[in-house]
């Protein structure tokens, strides 16, 4: 019987968000536009895509405004896209080699943390991420 229970907490996410929604499709979208951004060097553009906390931690930590801190991160180029997992309000993006998360403002996604690799014993190290 405790099978049935892990086996439905392991379903819960994917019953709750829609499996095969178009959430999916959007988040895949919004992380596409920003790794295009950041590959073409639109710092604007890219920062337009980042969740406001994620923005702020990043003028305050560089003490330059958005593009300019932006534009000297290293983030990495993303493979190939590998998975795309929606929670709710949250979702991870998996790229060959590099993560980015994304979470649901009002009607819209955007980037909470990119350039992030697994770290063990912590889950990720993120280049740029939101408090």
Do not use: N
């Given at each position: ?24 499709e959007a988040v895949r979208e919004r992380a596409a536009a ?98």
């Amino acid at each position: 019987m405790r099978w049935w229970f892990a086996a439905l907490a392991l379903l819960l996410p994917v019953v709750l968000t829609g499996c095969g929604s178009g959430q999916d499709e959007a988040v895949r979208e919004r992380a596409a536009a920003f790794e295009d951004a950041v590959a073409s060097e639109d710092w604007a553009g890219a920062c337009a895509l980042l969740a406001p906390e994620t923005r702020t931690e990043l003028e305050a930590a560089a003490k330059l405004p958005c593009a300019e801190a932006l534009a000297e991160e290293s983030l990495p180029a993303p493979g190939t896209l590998e998975r795309v997992d929606v929670f709710g309000t949250m979702a991870e993006v998996r790229y060959q080699g590099e993560t980015v998360f994304l979470t649901k403002f009002a009607d819209k996604w955007l980037l909470h943390a990119a350039g992030c690799t697994p770290q063990h014993p912590k889950p990720y190290d993120c280049a740029l991420h939101g408090g």
